[in-house]
């Protein structure tokens, strides 16, 4: 059971980044999803979920910026980040329940000003 992330990567305040989270040893259809960040120096952060339904919920520092979305064809989840700030800088982390928690690796996520 694995999650890996990847997209991250340095961008100018108010560019954009899509995160994706690929799935393997479990099928992510019945299960909630969730994105993670933790900026240097500060606790970890849920930002979005999606239910295995499709639904959607978002931390009020990134709502109508960032939008979560799954494949589940693709046993993937993506993270769509809009208008980025540098206040967005932090390693960025998927998530699920098994019931155990599920975490991937973290992908590095930098917003210069």
């Known amino acids: 059971v694995q999650l890996q992330a990847s997209g991250g990567g340095l961008v100018q305040a108010g560019g954009s980044l899509r995160l994706s989270c690929a799935a393997s040893?479990?099928?992510?259809?019945?299960?909630?999803m969730k994105w993670y960040r933790q900026a240097p120096g500060k606790q970890r952060e849920s930002v979005a979920t999606?239910?295995?339904?499709?639904?959607?919920d978002y931390s009020d520092s990134v709502k109508g910026r960032f939008t979560i979305s799954r494949d589940n064809a693709r046993n993937a989840v993506y993270l769509q980040m809009n208008s980025l700030d540098p206040e967005d800088t932090a390693v960025y982390y998927c998530?699920?329940?098994?019931?155990?928690?599920?975490w991937g690796q973290g992908t590095l996520v930098t917003v210069s000003s």
């Open positions: 998530n699920t329940k098994l019931p155990r928690d599920v």
């Open positions: 040893g479990f099928m992510i259809r019945y299960y909630t």
């Open positions: 999606i239910s295995s339904g499709s639904s959607t």
